[in-house]
């Protein structure tokens, strides 16, 4: 370490790997606002949170299985709160999130948008209500962060259409409800298709339409489904869905 600079603590490290997830790999550099805006909150140069970005890119296994290598000196702490946050997807963003929120000198409920209006008062309710509010938002940050905006089965990239969808389900996987190897983005009718089991994604990440959508022969079958067989998904940037979710929608959700 050169003289004068001081060592990242945990917290402001947490910070940093809250921002990497919400960002897409080509906006982690120095003159983004965002990075500006957590450069002023921890007291540290835009050029230094962007040089912990990219530390934190070389940790990433997902880009490593696409060649992509970030900076080489990443700390022994940056590995340790590294696999923490991402060995603890139930439990870090959101608590990242009320850092961020006590950093930001507001509450947890202004900083995710959630009106006080659509809250209980107090209590065990409210806290629970706040957290899967706060969690769906990190998410979905996180999901469209990776794929760009862009919809991984037909490119639509308005991101007010899409859905970062689960590949097990909410409801089946509680610790991997956040764990962004678990999504994909998507749209709306995609999405229901995906739940619903008529489409499925292979670990070789093959689009599969279900046989029974093909054989209506429909033009809207066509149109919206029968197109996209056996073709290959958008893939992210970093976050690739892990092949173990996707055998599990597989075998346990796809309408043969």
Excluded at 9 to 24: G, M, P, Q, V, W
Excluded at 95 to 112: D, G, I, P, Y
């Amino acid at each position: 370490m050169k003289q004068g600079q001081r060592l990242w603590t945990r917290d402001e490290l947490i910070l940093a790997i809250n921002l990497y997830c919400k960002l897409s790999f080509g906006r982690l550099h120095r003159l983004n606002p965002e990075v500006i805006n957590l450069s002023n909150l921890i007291n540290r140069t835009p050029s230094s949170v962007a040089f912990k970005l990219v530390n934190f890119a070389s940790l990433d296994p997902s880009l490593k299985v696409r060649g992509i290598k970030g900076a080489s000196n990443a700390s022994k702490l940056d590995n340790e709160i590294w696999n923490e946050f991402f060995n603890h997807w139930d439990i870090l963003p959101y608590e990242s999130e009320k850092l961020l929120a006590q950093f930001e000198h507001t509450t947890v409920e202004k900083l995710n948008h959630i009106p006080e209006e659509e809250l209980p008062k107090e209590g065990k309710v409210r806290e629970q209500i706040v957290k899967v509010r706060v969690n769906q938002s990190f998410f979905r940050s996180t999901i469209l962060a990776a794929y760009n905006n862009t919809c991984c089965i037909t490119g639509i990239n308005q991101s007010e259409l899409l859905i970062a969808g689960h590949i097990r389900p909410w409801g089946v996987d509680e610790k991997n409800r956040l764990n962004p190897r678990n999504g994909i983005a998507i749209n709306a009718l995609h999405d229901k298709a995906f739940e619903a089991g008529f489409i499925t994604i292979t670990p070789e990440f093959i689009i599969k339409i279900s046989p029974l959508l093909l054989k209506q022969k429909s033009q809207y079958s066509i149109d919206f489904f029968g197109r996209y067989e056996n073709q290959k998904i958008i893939l992210p940037s970093r976050f690739l869905p892990d092949v173990t979710f996707l055998k599990y929608h597989n075998e346990n959700r796809f309408k043969c």
